[in-house]
Nanobody, 125 residues
Framework: QVQLVESGGDSVLSGGSLRLSCAPS????????MAWFRQAPGKEREGVAT???????QYAASVEGRFTISKENAKNTLYLQMNNLSPADTAMYYC???????????????????WGQGTQVTVSS
């Protein structure tokens, strides 16, 4: 079991940047797969970025080149650096984790057992 706590959500103007954080309740180095998802009102939850225990990352096409997922073992924290934000990025952002996620399911919300409560990101034009 692992509890996840997100923070860093805010309201920003289009073109701005934010960094989200996710703090797990146990050693982040022991968590095999972590990811950021987001859900806008009336839409399904979608995968944004994933990272495995070896630091390998994947990104959704909609955020490639603008978002960066990373983790800092010394601070036991997962990050999502978001640059050049647009109103289309407005959503509740969630941190997710699991001990095993098949490669083909890394962006599938049902593949992750552990979730945080979410942090709201609002981008206005």
């Amino acid at each position: 079991q692992v509890q996840l706590v997100e923070s860093g959500g805010d309201s920003v103007l289009s073109g701005g940047s934010l960094r989200l954080s996710c703090a797990p309740s146990r050693d982040i180095a022991s968590i095999m797969y972590m990811a950021w998802f987001r859900q806008a009102p009336g839409k399904e939850r979608e995968g944004v970025a994933t990272i495995d225990s070896g630091g390998r990352t994947q990104y959704a096409a909609s955020v490639e080149g603008r978002f960066t997922i990373s983790k800092e073992n010394a601070k036991n924290t997962l990050y999502l650096q978001m640059n050049n934000l647009s109103p289309a990025d407005t959503a509740m952002y969630y941190c997710a984790a699991d001990s095993w996620v098949a490669y083909s399911l890394r962006f599938a919300s049902h593949a992750y057992a552990h979730w945080g409560q979410g942090t709201q990101v609002t981008v206005s034009s």
